[in-house]
């Protein structure tokens, strides 16, 4: 029987495991910090419904699949992984493998290490919605005159739009400033996608403020200055919503083309990563996305497959095909098989939903993922 950890229960973490506790010679041990998967993907809707309603709890999950759980948060380094690599096993969870596969996903940056915010002020980033924190906030939002959003990538828009939403149920309309250090919304994106995002600002009563950088917040102020004009403004705010970004967690682990972890002249043959705390040295792409997750997941089971029967591994080198963007009800966009190819409106939220529709059919058992396995 050959053993398999996986530290990290996220989109790739999970794929993985469902996949290799397929076969009856692997015994899979998933190994998590949370009691529950997050469908991350759906996270801003939680506006509107409950957080547990993307959750599925690990212990089902793995009676449902067929592999086991632990509740643990495990603390990588570089000279952790040389050690796990060579007793083959995770000494904190004391617990052997034949195969290991890193998928700690990505983490906020800390919005500390950027601005300096007064402790009676209100800020609201990923972690308040993870937690379902931001409830505790709801007054302070409702009867908010001035919000501002920083940070000008899709989890921003996804949440401005639902924040819309939520705001139209209390027949609420505050102003909304939108502050991007960048000259445009989703400024990796062709500006196809800044140009529809911001012609639906004019009627939320929301301003766009690009090049601006975030110096301070205070309870009912936000400090910005102008990367351009070097000059500092004060704009009333009640609340600030923070997305700053993501980082990879623990750090960027650099994989080959297969998916083995590698550092300077040392190749990992047992130790797999996967997901977005992982980098590929390979011609597949590396983007920070579910559907590369997925794809990284999928290449490095077969991979694991492949090496514990001596046979050739494969090359990762799947290219993404689309990336899309929900903008509240029945509205989106996002980009099908190169990105000029723009899909905006209904149909882009139709292959949104779909797309996230693919990794809930995932968890309830039915794969529906073309590919080798
Ligand atoms: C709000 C939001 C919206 C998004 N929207 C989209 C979208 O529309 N389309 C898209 O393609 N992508 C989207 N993404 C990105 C997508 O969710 C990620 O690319 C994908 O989840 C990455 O999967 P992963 O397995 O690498 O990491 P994750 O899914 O982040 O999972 C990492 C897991 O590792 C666990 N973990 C971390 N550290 C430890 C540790 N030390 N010990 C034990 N466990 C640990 C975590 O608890 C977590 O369960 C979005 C992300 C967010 C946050």
Not at 32 to 51: G, I, M, V, Y
Not at 55 to 64: I, P
Not at 134 to 160: H, M, P, R, T
Not at 166 to 174: A, N, Q, R, W
Request: hydrophobic share 40%; charged share 20%.
């Amino acid at each position: 029987m050959k053993k398999i950890i996986i530290l990290g229960g996220g989109v790739s973490g999970l794929i993985s495991a469902v996949l290799l506790a397929r076969r009856i010679d692997f015994e899979v041990l998933l190994v998590d910090k949370n009691e529950s998967f997050l469908n991350a993907l759906r996270l801003h809707l939680t506006f509107q419904e409950p957080l547990k309603n993307y959750q599925k709890s690990f212990s089902d999950l793995a009676n449902k699949f067929n592999f086991k759980f632990l509740q643990k948060e495990v603390h990588i380094t570089n000279e952790n992984l040389l050690k796990w690599e060579r007793e083959s096993s995770v000494d904190q969870i004391n617990e052997r493998f034949d195969y290991l596969i890193l998928s700690t996903g990505a983490s906020q940056v800390s919005p500390e290490s950027i601005v300096s915010a007064s402790q009676d002020s209100v800020v609201l980033g990923l972690n308040e919605f993870i937690t379902e924190g931001w409830k505790d906030s709801i007054y302070q939002l409702i009867s908010a005159e001035n919000i501002s959003f920083v940070g000008g990538g899709a989890s921003s828009v996804q949440f401005i739009f639902e924040l819309y939403s939520y705001l139209e149920k209390y027949k609420l309309k505050p102003k909304i400033n939108f502050f991007t250090m960048e000259d445009r919304i989703l400024s990796s994106l062709p500006n196809v996608f800044h140009e529809y995002i911001h012609s639906k600002f004019k009627y939320k009563n929301t301003y766009f403020y690009s090049h601006q950088k975030i110096k301070s917040i205070t309870r009912d102020s936000i400090l910005v200055e102008s990367l351009q004009a070097k000059d500092s403004r004060e704009f009333p705010s009640d609340i600030t919503f923070l997305f700053p970004g993501v980082r990879p967690f623990p750090f960027r682990l650099e994989t080959n083309e297969f998916g083995q972890l590698i550092q300077p002249s040392h190749v990992f043959q047992t130790i797999f990563a996967a997901g977005d705390c992982s980098y590929f040295h390979s011609s597949g792409d590396n983007s920070m996305s579910a559907q590369i997750a997925v794809r990284k997941a999928r290449t490095i089971s077969q991979n694991i497959i492949n090496h514990s029967e001596n046979q050739s591994m494969k090359i990762f080198n799947y290219k993404e095909l689309g990336y899309f963007i929900s903008m509240g009800g029945l509205d989106g966009i996002g980009w099908m098989l190169f990105p000029m190819n723009v899909l905006f409106g209904p149909p882009a939220f139709v292959v949104k939903e779909l797309i996230e529709k693919q990794l809930e059919f995932f968890v309830t058992g039915l794969d529906t993922y073309v590919d080798f396995m």
